[in-house]
């Protein structure tokens, strides 16, 4: 008898599968929500210290940020219509697909309506960043949701920790870069000095920083889409049955939940809203070692802090987890006392960088996967839209004040303010954990 040595051909899986194919989509979903971030505060702050705008001026332009915390007004619609025109992807993705575009042409705009010297008029690059903003905290309301969504039942810890990731990725490869080649650039165009070539060079660095945005794109068409779920009957039911859901399952500890969500991250919201000012204007930072030193050696450690930060999340309780880390996070802002001690110093900064940012990275994996264990996935959007911005709202608020703060009190008494504002929340947070009532509250409403 013949045997049959017909052979079944071999096919190669697929790269990105499962689990898998989630986290690295989420990563990049991380890089599309944490550039806008970092253009719209890093950067466009250190713009303006680099023209020699006063620190007071340049806290005020905190405001321009208030749309993070106000997105749970608009968030709703996330969770019960399609983005228009891109309704074929999906109800989170077509909101990723539309706003990501809309961003790429909203920083080519403020690249060439900002100022050209401190003497510029603010109110056009206000405008532009205001606007910017809110199409931002909009793209995080559709990335929060998606990921809250998607990774619901036992990923969230993951999840996290690849949102970080690519959050940070955002900071390095966009925020450092702009930073290094706005001289370089600057020097192609004209002699060293020149202030109209100086200009050029932060225009086009934005310009082209803010195309990648096309990046999140991709990432619209690379994230699977979550389960089907039931959307909301109506639009007054997106609205009020979220908040509604969050009263019934936690009860009196709602407003303890609140209250930490409001606080818990600002120690580290606030420390950054005078950054840029005091590395430039105080201490006399070169743009090059800013990029160098805080976007590119603190991206590494936070990369180190977010892969960590999720592997405790999986491996002990938030609750401890949060504890800890937020007294790390508390902790690191005391470096920027010590840089305002000895003064310029690329070796003390260098050890500030390293510790803050992987802190940050640590509280900022297990904060995320907080929020995301908070929520109901059906209500993803307007509940983590609620949740986080409140975190962006006490950020904004407390921020437009930071540079009346500096000028008055002085850099070390301002990070110093920065570590108090930490405690509160920390003593509040045992009252504010998720409990397994609460998990069964939120399974019969979804």
Request: glycine share 10%.
């Amino acid at each position: 008898m013949l045997k049959n040595t017909t052979q079944t051909p071999v096919t190669s899986a697929p790269i990105f599968t499962g689990r898998r194919r989630l986290i690295v989509a989420i990563g990049v979903l991380g890089f599309a929500s944490g550039l806008p971030s970092v253009l719209v505060n890093d950067t466009l702050s250190a713009w303006l210290s680099d023209l020699g705008f006063k620190v007071k001026d340049i806290g005020l332009l905190s405001l321009v940020t208030l749309p993070y915390g106000l997105k749970l007004l608009w968030a709703p619609l996330l969770d019960r219509y399609p983005a228009p025109g891109f309704a074929w992807l999906g109800l989170r993705r077509s909101w990723i697909a539309l706003l990501c575009i809309l961003l790429a042409i909203g920083f080519v705009v403020l690249a060439w309506v900002g100022p050209a010297t401190a003497q510029s008029a603010v109110l056009p690059v206000a405008v532009a960043a205001l606007v910017i903003a809110a199409i931002s905290a909009s793209l995080d309301a559709a990335i929060d949701a998606h990921r809250t969504d998607a990774a619901h039942g036992g990923n969230e810890g993951a999840a996290a920790s690849g949102f970080v990731l690519g959050y940070r990725v955002a900071f390095v490869s966009i925020g450092a870069l702009v930073l290094i080649f706005v001289p370089k650039i600057a020097l192609l165009l004209g002699p060293e000095g020149d202030l109209h070539a100086r200009e050029l060079a932060w225009r086009i660095s934005i310009s082209v920083a803010g195309l990648a945005m096309l990046v999140g794109l991709g990432s619209a068409f690379l994230a699977p889409e979550p389960p089907n779920r039931r959307r909301p009957e109506s639009l007054s039911k997106a609205v009020v049955e979220p908040f509604r859901a969050l009263a019934h399952s936690f009860g009196p500890r709602l407003g303890v939940v609140l209250f930490v969500a409001l606080f818990f991250r600002l120690p580290d919201l606030l420390g950054n809203k005078m950054t840029m000012p005091f590395l430039q204007q105080e201490l006399g930072f070169r743009l090059e070692d800013i990029g160098y030193i805080k976007q590119a050696l603190g991206f590494g450690m936070t990369i180190v802090g977010a892969i960590v930060g999720g592997l405790c999340v999986k491996r002990w309780s938030l609750l401890r987890v949060l504890l800890v880390f937020g007294v790390l996070q508390i902790a690191s802002n005391a470096g920027y006392i010590i840089l305002a001690q000895t003064g310029k110093s690329l070796g003390v900064f260098q050890a500030v960088v390293v510790v803050e940012s992987f802190c940050n990275g640590l509280v900022s994996a297990a904060f995320v996967a907080y929020f995301m264990m908070l929520c109901l996935p059906r209500f993803a959007a307007a509940q983590y839209a609620l949740l986080s911005g409140l975190m962006f709202l006490a950020s904004a608020i407390v921020g437009a004040s930071s540079g009346w703060l500096v000028e008055r009190l002085g850099y070390q008494s301002f990070f110093m303010i920065s570590i108090v504002v930490g405690i509160p929340p920390l003593l509040a947070l045992p009252w504010a954990m998720p409990r397994a009532g609460d998990d069964d509250a939120a399974l019969s409403n979804d």
